[in-house]
C-alpha cells in the first residue's frame, strides 16, 4: 500500500512517501510566511507532487499540531496557524491534491506510528509525549486511539500542572507553558542566560542554568506521572527533538517516580521514540475514516 504522510509543523512541513509501512521517500521544506490557509494547502498539494509525481498514493494523511473537531474537517484552535481556526481544512487540501485527505493530531499521528512500527509495537496501552515547540500527547488506551467525545482528548501539554504562566492557548498553568521550547527560551532570556536549548542542557549544572531547568524538568515530571496515575499504561513514550538530549530520560525518571505512587512504580516504563521523525509521517499515512 502506498500512501503519503505530512507531519505540518510552525516552521517546517516535512513529509514522506510511505509503502507498506516504510519510508521510502521524504521532503522538507520551511512553513510558509505568514502561514495564511492558501499558502498552506499549496505547499502540502506541491509536496505531494514532489514525492509522488505519478499520483500512484491515493491517500494523503495531515498530523496537524493543534486542536481539531470531532469529523477531522477543521482546526478549532491553532496557536502556530491562527488563520487555519475554522477553515475548512481537509476538503481544501484533498481540492488541491486529487488524493482522499485524513486529518489527525500531529503527537497522535506519532503515537499511531510508533505502535506500527516503534518503540509501542505490541502494546495495548501507552501514551506518547511530543517535546518540541510545545507539548503534544497521544494516547492508546485498549487498542485503540483516544480522541474523546469532541475530539479533542491527549492535549497533554494543557493539563494545568504548572504554575501562573499563560499559556499560547490563552489559558494559565499549563505545562507546555514551563517546559516546550518556547517557554524554555523565553524563561532563559527573563534570566539574561544565552545560548540554545541543547547547549544549555550540556550546561544544566551551572547554578542560573539549573534553576531554569529544574523548574521545567519539575513540571515535566508531575505532568507524566498525572497522566500515569490517570491511564495505568504500559509504557509511556517521549519523542520530539528534545527527547533526544544526552541523558534526558535518565534525567527525568528519577523525578517522575518522586511524583509517582508506590503500586506504579514498578510498572513504570519510559522509553525513547524508536522512529523519531518518521514517527508522525508513518502514522499520518496511515491513517483511516
Known amino acids: ?101 485524513y486529518l489527525e493530531n500531529d503527537a497522535s499521528c506519532a503515537a499511531l506510528g510508533e505502535w506500527n512500527a516503534g518503540a509501542a509495537k505490541g502494546l495495548t496501552d501507552f501514551v506518547m509525549f511530543t517535546l518540541g515547540t510545545g507539548i503534544g500527547g497521544g494516547i492508546i488506551s485498549g487498542g485503540r486511539l483516544i480522541r474523546g467525545s469532541h475530539g479533542k482528548a491527549g492535549e497533554l501539554g494543557h493539563l494545568a500542572v504548572g504554575d501562573k504562566t499563560t499559556c499560547g492557548c490563552g489559558a494559565i498553568g499549563h505545562a507546555e507553558a514551563v517546559f516546550g521550547a518556547d517557554a524554555l527560551k523565553r524563561s532563559f532570556a527573563k534570566a539574561k542566560i544565552k545560548g540554545d536549548l541543547p547547549d544549555l542542557w550540556k550546561r544544566r549544572d551551572e547554578p542560573d542554568i539549573a534553576a531554569v531547568w529544574d523548574r521545567a524538568l519539575d513540571v515535566l515530571a508531575r505532568l507524566v506521572a498525572s497522566v500515569v496515575h490517570v491511564l495505568d499504561p504500559q509504557a509511556v513514550i517521549l519523542g520530539g527533538g528534545f527527547s533526544r538530549n544526552p541523558g534526558f530520560v535518565e534525567t527525568l525518571e528519577p523525578l517522575v517516580i518522586s511524583y509517582t505512587a508506590p503500586p506504579f512504580r514498578n510498572t513504570l516504563d519510559i522509553r525513547l521514540s524508536a522512529l523519531g521523525d518518521n514517527a508522525a509521517l508513518i502514522g499520518a499515512a496511515g491513517l483511516r475514516e
Do not use: W
Open 1 to 101: 500500500m502506498r500512501s503519503i504522510g505530512i507531519d505540518l509543523g510552525g516552521h517546517f512541513i516535512k513529509g514522506a512517501l510511505v509503502v507498506d509501512g516504510a519510508v521510502t521517500r521524504r521532503d522538507k521544506v520551511p512553513t510558509p510566511q505568514g502561514r495564511s490557509p492558501e499558502s498552506v494547502v499549496m505547499a502540502i498539494s506541491s509536496m505531494a507532487e514532489s514525492l509522488d509525481p505519478g499520483n500512484t498514493a491515493l491517500r494523503l494523511g495531515v498530523g496537524f499540531p493543534g486542536m481539531l473537531d470531532p469529523g477531522r474537517e477543521k482546526v478549532l484552535q491553532a496557536p502556530n496557524f491562527p488563520m487555519l481556526e475554522n477553515y475548512p481544512f481537509r476538503s481544501r487540501v484533498s481540492r488541491a491534491c486529487g488524493r482522499d485527505v
